[in-house]
């Protein structure tokens, strides 16, 4: 019902700024709590952001101040903005979409999410 496709992905040098977006199409955007992982060669996925269309959003202890996540209704599509980037940013970084608890979404819990883009890859060199 949903279909997520993330872009924006590449080479970036550390100290560098990118944004990812995700194209949203399927079902009504704003009913969906829409979040951002990221997974690291040989490490679990981990929580980046997560937002609903209500104006509630949250972070990863790991990108806090550094990452902006927003939506853009109109565009269908959500975005992930990363600043001051470190090799250890580097990661294949996930879209995903969830409808049945608002609340644990918000918070980054993965089972909460059941629709995933295909993976957009940040390279972060040193």
């Known amino acids: 019902q949903v279909q997520l496709v993330e872009s924006g992905g590449g080479l970036v040098q550390a100290g560098d700024s990118l944004r990812l977006s995700c194209a949203v199409s399927g079902r009504t955007f704003s009913a969906y709590v829409m979040g951002w992982f990221r997974q690291a060669p040989g490490k679990e996925r981990e929580f980046v952001a997560a937002?609903?269309?209500?104006?509630?959003?949250y972070y990863g202890d790991s990108v806090k101040g550094r990452s902006t996540i927003s939506t853009d209704s109109a565009k269908n599509t959500v975005y992930l903005q990363m600043d001051s980037l470190k090799p250890e940013d580097t990661a294949v970084y996930y879209c995903a979409a969830a409808s049945r608890s608002v609340w644990l979404a918000l918070r980054g819990v993965q089972d909460a999410y059941e629709y995933w883009g295909q993976g957009t890859q940040v390279t972060v060199s040193s």
């Open positions: 937002t609903w269309s209500g104006g509630s959003s």
